[in-house]
């Protein structure tokens, strides 16, 4: 059945978004430690380091972009359904596909525009222009199209499952997004 078929595809896309999203997630301790080093570096030794402060930002970008997929993936995102609660099961299925259709798109696109960034910037070998800053600003660059990947792995993996109603299949309750406002009665 290819239902069954879209359902196991999606499961596995999103293991990847699983695995990379809580990897990823280890550099928010990480973030944490350096912070806390530097501010006592500067209020307990009255020094600092140019390098530690800038791997704040750094340790800030996977972060950000290489959870974005596991933040959408467990419904970690706002969803504004003013309109979206009104519609016809059908159109709410044909939104689903569309929407995750243009967030496949949308995922394309910045990796195209991005490889070409972060390609520049270790073809340079494109560095902090602070003394006693970090080298290999293009790791730092390449966050971006890596977290775009997962996106694109997460689009998939939704788009899948948004094509099984059309397919003759129901989506599985655990795969299924929350309903906004269905705890709110609770």
Known sequence: MISARL???ARMLDLVVEHSGRLASWTGFALVLVMAFNVLLRYLFHTGSVAMQELEWHLMAPVSLLCIAYAIKHEGHVRVDILYGSFSLRTKQVLEVVSCLVAVAFSVIIIKLSIGYVM???LIGEKS???GGLPYRFLL???IPAGFLLLLVQSLAATLRA???FFGGSIPPEAQPDK???HAAE
């Open 141 to 143: 660059k390449a966050m």
């Open 163 to 165: 094509l099984i109603p």
């Open 180 to 182: 906004p406002f269905e």
């Open 120 to 122: 520049q910037s270790y």
């Open 129 to 131: 222009p602070d003394p």
């Open 7 to 9: 359902e196991s595809a």
